[in-house]
């Protein structure tokens, strides 16, 4: 008994100094991010990393890739939602930091081999301020799954606030099954209005309204119901996602039901889903997202095409499961920040997309999304900016779906800025847009080019919605971006008939008519054209 008490004690007292020389180990250190210009505390992120550049755990921070691949850059980062008290090991340390896209990057080396306590603030110099010009930004397409409910709380309160978002659409949607650990599903419109009070970042709600033939294939598609009063039923349609039930509802029932609601209308996924066609023909669509959660195509294959059809299409984009880029809409308002107020803006077209540079454009004095008359061909007068943390390497002027002119970045401080002011011909009637060069695009011989990448080791990208030009009253419209476009509906007209599966003749022709009108609206377009 005595020799056990006595190894009992001797193990205790061997465990006290092990706890000791690991508590030895680290410095508690206090960090904090200050606005160099106004001293006020920011909400960002940061980066540990050893002298030879391996990734430092910060534990008492969130991870910036909850949720991701951890090994992927964005795991690199960590929120620091505000001052907050660190266990670091003592080691010389490179701490890196940033805000939002408006800041430029800081970096700092601080040994910590001597020190038991250390404060470090890192001051962020901001290099724009969108808000300054009328510009709030949006995540219109975000899930969050595989997380527990208190995760997601402390997610939704530092991520979007870190990232320097205005709003963030939290958006509904089923899969049979895997919709149990959808955690983004079990929030209602009162806790979404407790995180806005809360975080200072506004919170709307939404539903990703979809169809696929198979688990993940391509099928009527998939579009964002924001701002609706109630679920749209059923919210996945179809065998293909449902495992239950027929292909016999149509989008655009969810979309007329959400209409009558108020609610906002956008497309997702570029190009992707066979009843893009026949509702953005009809106006059914308030606005397209691209790049959110994959490419699923280019500018041209779904915003270009769009255009040139003579309908005016806003961009959008999110970023699907999980934040995974920065990727954005900013949209020019006035007032105060509101779901109803951004989303009016949006809809008007007054927006651009980036997940990095920030732009500025006009025409002859109109904002992007307004229209331009001229009563003869002509010039306008162009004037267009960009500025970013990463070097984007120059701003391309797009008329019609043409680049028309380009600017290379400079490098200005910790940062890039391009600048273009020029006249530009207008012979006849046409759209203008600002972009960055444009990501590369698998299976796109022509869109092959490298970009730079951003933090989280994505493809840099930004691009405005249009500037629309009239002449002599007329807007554009290109015949033969019209005709393939026909030809296109006519296509999925007959491969649904073949491919879905139908209970009855009722439901074949409730799906089949929106195609035929899509068909009937188009082929009046270009006889109407072709009268001019």
């Not at 850059?73 to 930091?97: C, D, E, N, Y």
């Not at 391509?218 to 996602?241: A, D, F, R, T």
């Not at 294959?301 to 809409?329: C, E, K």
């Amino acid at each position: 008994m005595r020799i056990s008490a006595a190894m009992t004690m001797l193990s205790m007292i061997g465990l006290l100094c092990l706890a000791g020389s690991h508590a030895q180990e680290n410095c508690t250190v206090t960090l904090k991010l200050i606005d160099s210009a106004t001293g006020r505390e920011l909400s960002g992120l940061v980066s540990v990393a050893d002298a030879d550049g391996n990734r430092v755990a910060v534990r008492e921070l969130l991870s910036r890739g909850l949720g991701l691949d951890e090994t992927l850059p964005i795991g690199r980062w960590s929120v620091l939602a505000k001052s907050t008290t660190l266990q670091l090991p003592k080691k010389k340390l490179i701490i890196a930091a940033l805000s939002g896209l408006e800041t430029e990057q800081n970096q700092i080396t601080i040994d910590l081999t001597t020190q038991d306590r250390a404060n470090v603030t890192l001051l962020l110099k901001r290099f724009y301020d969108a808000s300054l010009r009328g510009y709030r930004s949006a995540n219109t397409h975000l899930h969050l799954q595989k997380i527990s409910r208190a995760e997601c709380d402390r997610y939704l309160l530092e991520v979007p606030q870190a990232d320097g978002l205005d709003l963030l659409f939290l958006s509904y949607l089923e899969r049979a099954g895997a919709d149990r650990e959808y955690t983004s599903n079990r929030y209602t419109d009162g806790d979404l209005a407790s995180l806005t009070k809360i975080s200072g970042v506004t919170f709307g709600n939404g539903e990703e309204h979809r169809h696929n033939f198979t688990g993940f294939g391509e099928g009527y598609g998939h579009v964002m119901l924001l701002n609706i009063q109630k679920l749209i039923q059923p919210v996945s349609i179809g065998q293909g996602i449902m495992k239950r039930g027929t292909d016999g509802i149509p989008l655009q029932r969810g979309i007329d039901t959400a209409r009558r609601d108020d609610a906002t209308i956008i497309w997702c996924h570029n190009s992707w889903g066979r009843e893009a066609f026949p509702n953005f023909l009809t106006g059914r669509v308030n606005a397209q997202n691209i790049f959110d959660g994959g490419p699923h195509g280019s500018y041209k294959d779904s915003f270009y095409r769009y255009l040139n059809a003579g309908l005016q299409v806003p961009f959008s984009t999110g970023t699907d499961w999980f934040m995974y880029d920065f990727s954005r809409a900013y949209a020019e308002m006035t007032g105060e920040v509101s779901v109803k107020s951004w989303l009016k803006a949006l809809a008007a077209g007054r927006t651009y997309i980036t997940n990095g540079p920030l732009l500025e454009f006009s025409a002859d004095g109109k904002k992007i999304g307004e229209t331009i008359e001229l009563e003869a061909p002509g010039k306008t007068e162009v004037k267009a900016r960009a500025v970013g943390r990463v070097d984007f390497g120059r701003i391309e002027l797009v008329r019609n779906g043409r680049v028309v002119a380009r600017s290379p970045s400079r490098r200005v401080g910790r940062h890039y800025e391009a600048d273009l002011s020029m006249a530009v011909e207008q012979p006849g009637p046409g759209w203008l847009a600002l972009r960055t060069p444009p990501p590369p695009v698998k299976d796109d011989p022509l869109l092959q080019q490298p970009v730079s990448k951003n933090e989280f080791g994505h493809d840099l990208f930004a691009h405005t919605s249009a500037i629309y030009v009239e002449v002599g009253g007329r807007s554009h419209f290109d015949p033969s971006v019209a005709s393939r476009w026909l030809a296109a509906m006519k296509n999925n007209h007959d491969f649904i008939a073949e491919k879905a599966n139908f209970s009855d003749d009722q439901e074949r022709q409730r799906v089949l008519d929106v195609y035929r009108d899509g068909i009937a609206e188009m082929t009046k377009k270009l006889k109407s054209n072709a009268s001019r």
